[in-house]
T-cell receptor
């Protein structure tokens, strides 16, 4: 059902910058803000980025989000071992009778 | 700090109704949004729906005919009912604060649909 496409995996060494893309369409990312979630292994997801680029209190500033057109990106600067997790983008979709859709998810591995 | 805890049967038979409750502690359930999100084993997240403390709801269209989310402010709880379940409804079910889990999440509870 997911209409937001993410690469299945991404990786980097400690200290590197990793970028995750999220591709949608005009009815979701092209029109509505994008949120990002982090899911550490075996745990519940955690809200990471709101409204394309806003970090909730407590989220390190090495996490940043951006949006351009119908695509969005999450960047992790200064990658740390504790950043190894699954990351999901999400947005409201206006075309599906109103539906909040999550991306397919990206597994980030710290080498 | 608000904490959430899901509770309910871990095994449901096909065609029956899945019922889960989320207990909110450390804060009042009033004047806030509360949501349910699920994750099939090894797969991605799926938004189920949300409720405002007044009782207004918004559901995933693909589940709308089978889903009911309700709130009991006297018990500081909100609940999920999913009718006519099949194996495809097997998932970890999370309750969360705000419409799309922008706040706290429960630890999740695995519900298996099997005879």
């Amino acid at each position: 059902q997911s209409v937001l496409t993410q690469p299945p995996s991404a990786s980097g060494t400690p200290g590197q910058r990793v970028t995750i893309s999220c591709s949608g369409s005009s009815s979701n990312i092209g029109t509505n803000p994008v949120n990002w979630y982090q899911q550490l292994p075996g745990t519940a997801p955690k809200f990471l980025i709101s409204s394309n680029s806003q970090r909730p209190s407590g989220v390190p500033d090495r996490f940043s989000g951006s949006k351009s057109g119908a695509s969005a990106s999450l960047a992790i600067s200064g990658l740390q071992s504790e950043d190894e997790a699954d990351y999901y983008c999400a947005a409201w979709d206006d075309s599906l009778n109103g539906l909040y859709v999550f991306g397919t998810g990206t597994k980030v591995t710290v080498l | 700090q608000v904490q959430l805890q899901e509770s309910g049967p871990g095994l449901v038979k096909p065609s029956e109704t899945l019922s889960l409750t989320c207990t909110v502690s450390g804060g009042s359930i009033s004047s806030y949004y509360w949501s349910w999100i699920r994750q099939p084993p090894g797969k991605g997240l799926e938004w189920i729906g949300y409720i405002y403390s007044s009782g207004s709801t918004n559901y995933n269209p693909s589940l709308k005919s089978r889903v009911t989310i309700s709130v009991d402010t006297s018990k500081n709880q909100f609940s999920l009912k999913l009718t006519s379940v099949t194996a495809a409804d097997t998932a970890v079910y999370y309750c969360a604060s705000d419409r799309f889990g922008e706040g706290a999440w429960g630890q999740g509870t695995l519900v298996t649909v099997s005879s």
